[in-house]
């Protein structure tokens, strides 16, 4: 798959702060690539460098195999932090602004007024938007030169769960078009839903790396719930479970490694009992992104 | 570089403060180049109170080719205003964060900065034309007797007109840059020439003022100055200098360059 961002030994100092540290990232076309990190961990230092905004340290990078230059931006969409307009200007005539600088064809002005729902409100001034309608006046300025990648940083902040769900649903609308996607969040459910591919950041250093799929492979968690009142005793003597766990009337049994929901389910039939409830959860992102930074503080 | 010129017109054309900021200073300009013999008038009527008399009749403010120099040294006092509009203009791409997104959206800082250059290029051009017109109506109705040998004698102040307005709309441009706060820019802006005074004070002390006179002329906001000198001494009988030194052009338009290029250089280098 063609490469689209590579970055090598990234690094931003401010001052004695250390903000990105010696960075190295790889996105290839088509990826969903979520960077995840906790408030202040560089994501966005990071997007800025990439973007040319925040001048790095040391490290390079490069967006198509090629050095970046501002005529790689145009063909990029990107909201950093917050969305940033002229308040003054309507809806309408700031993306004709957007679309002059990267020149992108005036007739998608239309079109992505379309796609975010702006299009009654495209003749108010900015400064008249809620933050949902500025939030989603962003994205349709970063698809205005329809980009070959879109980056977005906190596209849900402060956000309402009505306007999270619409941001999340024009980001899937988007990647189904098969733009490579780079999204910085802190909300990892949100990357869970999204993302193909995720990063993990920490004080500016990079902790994991790898596809999304992957999280949920190695042990499972099994709830159970079945008629019996011995039945914590049972699941103990199941040679498949690691640890058991009752939460809200349930058992929740983590699996050892090999050994599945079927395995639990014909055991408990060969004891006679037949379970009401079976259910198997993969681990959560949020489980593996706290493991993962929970390592690294013990190491 | 119409591209780039083109899009700072349309961040402004949509800005009321600008339409209020460039009508009022096309007016104030308009109108006071053109009433100057209103005032003279005026004047010599509270002359007569006090037993003087003046004959404005005697004073050729508007005769070609006196004219050039006076009402262009006048408009050079105007220029302060498109200064202020200027600061607001890059100060609010700071205020607002735009500028961030006009790099991200894919323009070299450079490029963001000439655009600003290019404005400050139309404004100035725009105040020569408006000068232009101005003296050639007022000229034709008050010039008695027109000599069209003497006609375009000093029409070279024009030249200097626009590097004078061009050179302290890059001085403004540049404060902004450096600043970034409008407030504070403007205050920076106004208090410049004071604090060059004070400068040139306590350099130019009166047992050093022989020697090292002559590099009076080399401070940024004096060679602006240089560039067309104070004509109406020649209504009192005094001369004057009626014609636009070379040095003078030279040193202003070297700061000009040196005002864009140290605003480029802090663009450059700094995180945005």
């Known amino acids: 798959m063609e490469t689209v961002l590579s970055t090598n030994k990234l690094t931003k100092n401010f001052g004695k702060l250390c903000a990105v540290n010696q960075l190295d990232l790889e996105v290839k076309r088509g990826q969903v690539f979520g960077m995840l990190g906790p408030n202040g961990s560089g994501k966005t230092t990071t997007l800025g460098m990439l973007m040319g905004v925040v001048n790095p340290s040391s490290g390079s990078f490069s967006w198509f195999g090629e050095p970046a230059t501002h005529h790689t931006r145009k063909k990029i969409g990107a909201v950093l932090e917050h969305p940033i307009f002229y308040p003054y200007l309507s809806g309408q005539k700031n993306l004709e602004l957007n679309a002059v600088i990267k020149g992108a064809d005036p007739a998608n002005i239309a079109k992505v007024l379309d796609t975010v729902e702006l299009t009654t409100r495209k003749d108010d001034k900015y400064q008249t938007y809620s933050l949902g309608m500025k939030q989603r006046l962003a994205i349709a300025s970063a698809l205005v030169s329809d980009p070959i990648i879109l980056i977005l940083d906190e596209p849900t902040n402060g956000l309402d769960p009505m306007g999270i769900a619409e941001i999340r649903e024009i980001i899937k609308k988007i990647a189904a078009d098969g733009k490579t996607i780079i999204l910085a969040s802190h909300l990892l459910d949100e990357v869970q839903k999204v993302c193909t591919h995720f990063a993990v950041l920490k004080r500016g250093n990079l902790m994991h790396i790898g596809p999304v799929d992957d999280v949920g492979k190695g042990e499972e968690i099994v709830e159970v719930q079945a008629y019996h009142d011995d039945l914590s005793i049972l699941l103990q003597e199941f040679n498949g479970s690691a640890s058991i766990k009752k939460e809200n009337g349930l058992f929740e049994v983590m699996m050892k490694e090999g050994f599945h929901s079927k395995d639990l389910n014909r055991f408990l039939f060969d004891k006679g009992i037949v379970a009401s409830h079976l259910h198997t959860r993969k681990k959560s992102l949020e489980k593996q992104f706290l493991e993962i930074l929970a390592d690294h503080t013990n190491s | ?272």
């Open chain 2, 1 to 272: 570089m119409f591209h780039l010129l083109k899009i700072d017109l349309k961040k402004m054309t949509s800005y009321r403060t600008f339409w209020v900021i460039c009508g009022l200073y096309f007016l104030t300009l308009g109108f006071t180049t053109a009433s100057g013999m209103e005032i003279l008038k005026w004047l010599a009527s509270k002359g007569a109170e006090f037993g003087a008399s003046i004959n404005i009749n005697r004073v050729p403010l508007y005769h070609f080719p006196d004219i050039w120099q006076n009402l262009i040294w006048i408009s050079g006092l105007f220029k302060i205003v498109l200064a202020v509009m200027v600061v607001i203009s890059i100060t609010n791409e700071y205020q607002y964060r735009t500028l961030r997104q006009n790099v991200i959206d894919g323009m070299s800082r450079w490029e963001f900065l000439q655009s600003k250059i290019l404005t400050n290029v139309l404004l100035s051009i725009m105040s020569v034309v408006m000068i232009l017109v101005i003296a050639l109506f007022t000229g034709f109705i008050y010039t008695p007797e027109i000599e069209w040998n003497y006609f375009f004698v000093g029409s070279e102040f024009f030249v200097a007109y626009f590097i004078e307005v061009f050179a302290f709309l890059s001085f403004a441009l540049m404060l902004g840059v450096l600043i970034k706060r409008s407030g504070l820019t403007i205050v920076m802006l106004m208090l410049a020439n004071m604090i060059e005074a004070i400068i040139k004070l306590n350099i130019f002390r009166s047992g050093v003022e022989d020697q090292i006179g002559w590099l009076k002329q080399f401070f940024p906001l004096e060679s602006i100055t240089n560039l067309v000198p104070l004509p109406f001494a020649r209504y009192a009988f005094q001369e004057i200098q009626d014609y636009v030194a070379l040095t003078a052009v030279a040193i202003a338009i070297g700061w000009a360059v040196l005002f864009n290029y140290f605003a480029y250089l802090k663009l450059k280098k700094s995180d945005i």
